[in-house]
């Protein structure tokens, strides 16, 4: 049993995959989970939401081949800390660089899926020399032309309320809405129900929870309106970059994916046809080849 935000919880063992180790790293005030493995360039996988580390299990064991992989837990997620502020994407991409900066790493390559697809634009902005190119997978860009069609598809955002409504912690704790609802849409049961549990688990302690409800309240009241004016247009992006996208999303429309080109002029778009959101566990070997491809000198 540990303390954690002032509750007394229980720490599960930590997941296995062949190869990974584990360590903790202070980040600021932020105790941040790390699973690692393999030596060479430090290669940065950085998870969405409701997964963590372990989503890139069948890619790290094929990558540590070849890099010093690196695959953090995000602020609230897996084993990292999941303090009660903090959830804006700027802060996760300022404990993203906080983190290299505590692993004395001045320059990586970033892979990074939803949520954590979003906070690697903004680290590639905010700090281009420390990425030398990120892959981005299933997730928009900051740049939307917000088109009518894009508004429309908005709608796709549904859940997004239902987290971040009053009733969305206990929501998550006390149903199946993370384990059916949610990663139950991955496609042709990429997803063992083993796996779904291993992610599952973790949202059920109460401290984490609040966490996913802070993560897309804040998102949905004073991100997205933000994006919708135009925050990031005042930023461009320098940094090399690809995203690769499958085009069965239920979440995220492909019209969201228009309008980036004046803004990332290194960045080009890859479809998957008829691959979902959780690309990287529907196609994981289609996803190593992504990665092994792009990261490649």
Known sequence: MVLRGGELVAEPALLEVPGVTHRYVQVGGLRVHVAEAGDGP???????????????????????????????????????????????????AADLIGLLDALGLDRVRLVGHDWGGWVGFL???????????????????????????????????????????????????????????VLGTIKGGALSR????????????????????????????????????????????????????????????????EGYEEYAERMDLRWVPGAGHFIVDEQPDRVLAEIQEFMAD
């Open 42 to 92: 430090p290669l940065v996988l950085l998870h969405g939401w409701p997964q963590h580390w372990y989503l890139w299990r069948h890619q790290i064991p094929e990558l540590a081949k070849h890099y010093r992989v690196i695959a953090p837990d995000l602020r609230g997620h897996g084993w990292t800390d999941a303090p009660a502020t903090g959830y804006d994407k700027d802060n996760l």
């Open 123 to 181: 680290a590639c902005m905010r700090a281009p020399e420390r990425f030398d190119r990120f892959l981005a997978l299933n997730i928009a860009h900051p740049w939307p032309s917000m088109s009518p069609a894009a508004v429309r598809s908005l709608w796709r955002f549904w859940y997004q309320v239902v987290v971040g409504s009053p009733l969305g912690a206990l929501l998550i704790r006390r149903t199946p809405f993370i384990s059916r609802g």
């Open 194 to 257: 083993r796996d779904r549990a291993a992610f599952a688990e973790r949202w059920r302690v109460p401290a984490r929870a609040r966490a996913s409800v802070a993560l897309y309240r804040t998102f949905l009241l004073r991100e997205l309106p933000q994006v919708r004016r135009g925050k990031y247009r005042r930023t461009p992006m320098s940094t090399k970059a690809r995203l690769v996208f499958g085009t069965a999303d239920p979440a995220i429309s492909p019209s969201l994916l």
